[in-house]
């Protein structure tokens, strides 16, 4: 994990806020500057819905910005946001690194930054208030828990791994959860891994490229989300192989298209990722303008969805 972790939450326990000096005016209408990642996958997707959903219904005035997972597209929007003045600028950093300079441009302009959905790399966490989003090593670490708990199969167990944006703290951070767990079993080895993107189409790509040089070697797909293992699933099916059966997919999110994708016998667990951030953004938006004191780090609570449990839970899902 890139940054320290003074205060961890969880989301259910709420905001833990402590009045300090320094109130803003509780009816001044706030303007929040979102610089989102882009529209790459359905969690996106979802996690864009519930940020512009929250702030209709929590009055915050949105501007919002889509990157197409391009650094440069997100510092872009965050000055335009320090020109703009707005209250706070809050943003998904599409990587780890490059955020020193413009998040001290927002310091400097005294405008609060708050960092969602993924982290950022910096020396100084005075850059930024508060960090809400996911443990990307603990869905790293359930999704190989899951394998080793369920595999069935004997002998050397291959497995071929779908990263997600190279340099991101999910690829990151999903990755070494993954093989912090496996590692106590060595049979279970990843024979070949490259990142996807988070796209379907990359994930269908590269898994054509590894059943090219692997066939019917592979045992198992870890996939860091459900869009590359959807990807991939169409793959296999294309090589003649069957998913779910011939090679055990094991993908992260548990967006609606997985829980398809499980209903249909195609795709083995989900681990839950929740996009649905808005609701504790604006409430952080909120208390930042009012002077409030944040926990340094907020973590959203998350399940696991193994195939026999799809058709019971799809009507529960809200993304
Ligand atoms: C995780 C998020 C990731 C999702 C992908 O919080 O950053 O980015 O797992 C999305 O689906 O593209």
Known sequence: MSISRRCVLTLAGGLLLAATAGV????????LGFAQVGAESEWRTANTQSIKQSAKEAGITLKFSDAQQKQENQIKAIRSYIAQKVDVIAFSPVVES?????????KAAKIPVILTDRAVSVKDD??????????????GRRAGKWLLDN??????????????????????????????????????????SQTGDFTRAKGKEV??????????????????NDDMAIGAIQAIEEAGLKPGKDIIIISIDAVKGAFEAMIAGKLNVT???????????MEAAKAVVAGKQLPKRIVTKEGVFPMEVAAKEFPNRKY
Request: proline share 4%.
């Open 207 to 224: 898994m054509e490229a590894f059943l090219k040089a692997e066939g019917k070697k592979i045992n198992v797909l870890y996939a860091h």
């Open 151 to 192: 595999y069935k199969g004997q002998g050397d167990v291959n497995i071929v791994e779908l990263q997600g944006t190279v340099g991101s703290a999910p690829a990151i951070d999903r990755k070494n959860g993954f093989e912090e767990v496996i590692k106590a079993q060595p049979r279970f080895k990843i024979i070949r």
């Open 271 to 281: 681990v839950e990722c929740n996009p649905q951030l808005g609701p504790q953004l």
């Open 98 to 106: 490059g955020w020193e300079t413009v998040l001290q441009e927002a």
């Open 126 to 139: 005075s850059l930024y208030v508060t960090f809400i989003g996911s443990d990307f090593v603990e869905e």
């Open 24 to 31: 803003q005016a509780a009816d001044k209408k706030i303007t």
